[in-house]
């Protein structure tokens, strides 16, 4: 009986290393995220830093670029630290407060007769705190809704980092390519250039026309190079997204946007699904239900706030020993609990106030990426099929007209450069249609399907 009590002591006190990261990985893995990582220090660090590894050896993919993020990313790993203090407080809460014990001597110095003999007398007393046990299960309940509210924290902190890295990894897709587009007009224009070189010195281009086909090849090489610098600054902001550092800032991402899916799904239902799964919501829901709790219980016991319960062994210098319990309570004269029960009051209205804002904000980031993501999907079929055609014919068609010296440069130059930006322009639509896919996906709290 003695050892299981010791056993039963011993396990309230220690604080479970697990501290709910297991319910943090299914409700992520219930809205399309398939593997996170807490790093504390154990074996598995090392096999998670060799997988990491790995799969910065090959070309980042989608995929692969969130697997990293999710893994290996600081702030995440920071963010998880949290689940380890609301389980220490909800092991706290399950604690007794440690008894105090006091002591005294009294000592005889002066007075008594001269058949007085001094004797020294003491005072012992433990007192511990008498409301423990009856507020111990109360606080227990509100630090496990704590407890649950920091796993729907932590969950939604992990889906917004999949979001920006999903963001992040489009726009250096995107970056590539304007970057790859920019240095194939840098070439035709130094070509076209360096042509028309050739016929000025043979006389048969004018002073005009070869300083345009100049200035065209000086513009072509200055956006080439505002490109790379763009691309440099959208790779180190994914880079610091996945947390690398060093050698690793060397990844790899060769693949061109994707194509659009063949069609869309039906996205009547996103508000109804976004309410039902958004975990800030479910985390904003939790805040009140804790903010209502309080409210209550300190209503109901604002008149006791302290009250201690213990005993005494005492011994007088006569030499008479006494014994008995010592009971401690807090008169409630001054502080009743005014104070407190307006300040939660005041708490549970700012926390409903509070979820019914993002509730609103939650319907209308929904409706706002969903009307983001149709818009650059018709952008996009609009280029593919209609403008970017004429583009090119009307290149075409420019450049046979100026070589029967039917056309002047200058309009064979704005043809080019209209060919050039819509190209431009069709690839930002195909990166703004994926990253309000992403968007749309964050405001719905999990996949679109």
Not at 32 to 57: C, H, M, S
Not at 141 to 148: I, S
Not at 375 to 392: F, G, K, Q
Request: aromatic share 6%.
């Amino acid at each position: 009986m003695t050892r299981a009590l010791i056993a039963l002591l011993v396990a309230g006190c220690t604080v479970p290393r697990e501290a709910g990261f297991p319910d943090v990985q299914k409700l992520v893995g219930d809205r399309g995220v398939e593997r996170i990582q807490w790093n504390r220090g154990g074996p598995e660090d090392e096999q998670v830093a060799a997988l990491v590894r790995d799969l910065l050896q090959k070309d980042l993919t989608i995929a692969t670029a969130t697997e990293v993020a999710l893994l290996n990313n600081a702030r995440l790993q920071a963010t998880y630290e949290r689940l380890g203090v609301a389980q220490a407080d909800l092991v706290q809460a399950g604690l007794l407060r440690n008894p105090t014990l006091a002591a005294s001597l009294h000592v005889p110095i002066s007075g008594g007769g001269p058949a007085f003999t001094a004797q020294t007398g003491y005072e012992v007393s433990i007192v511990g705190e008498f409301l423990d046990l009856f507020l111990m299960p109360l606080r227990k309940r509100f630090a496990r809704a704590e407890l649950e509210r920091v796993k729907l924290d932590v969950g939604d902190a992990v889906l917004d980092l999949a979001a920006q890295v999903r963001a992040a990894f489009y726009t250096v897709q995107a970056a590539q390519q304007m970057a790859q587009m920019r240095a194939t007009i840098v070439e035709a224009a130094q070509a076209s250039a360096e042509l028309a070189a050739r016929q000025h010195e043979a006389g048969n281009l004018s002073d005009l026309d070869l300083a345009s086909e100049q200035a065209l090849y000086a513009q072509a090489r200055l956006d080439l190079q505002r490109s790379q610098a763009q691309l440099l600054a959208d790779r180190e902001h994914l880079t610091e997204l996945l947390g690398l550092w060093g050698r690793n800032v060397e990844w790899k991402l060769t693949a061109p946007l994707p194509d659009l899916p063949p069609a869309e799904p039906k996205l009547d239902h996103v508000e109804t699904f976004a309410i039902e799964h958004r975990l800030d919501l479910k985390a904003a829901r939790a805040e009140v239900e804790i903010a209502a709790a309080s409210l209550n219980l300190t209503r109901k016991t604002r008149f006791i706030s302290a009250a201690s319960l213990g005993g005494h062994i005492d011994k007088d210098p006569e030499g008479v020993t006494f014994a008995g319990p010592n009971l401690e309570l807090q008169l409630p004269i001054f502080d009743q609990g005014q104070a407190s029960v307006a300040r939660l009051a005041a708490q549970l209205r700012q926390a409903q106030k509070l979820m019914d804002a993002r509730a609103v904000a939650i319907r209308s980031q929904v409706r706002a990426a969903r009307a983001r993501l149709l818009a650059n999907r018709s952008a996009v079929e609009y280029y593919r099929a209609t403008l970017l055609p004429i583009r090119e014919r009307i290149v075409k068609l420019s450049q046979q007209r100026y070589n029967a010296m039917l056309l002047g440069v200058y309009q064979l130059l704005q043809a080019r450069q209209a060919e050039a930006n819509a190209y431009r322009e069709y690839i930002e639509a195909v990166r703004d249609y994926w990253m309000a896919r992403s968007d749309l996906e964050r405001a719905m709290g999990g996949p679109v399907k």
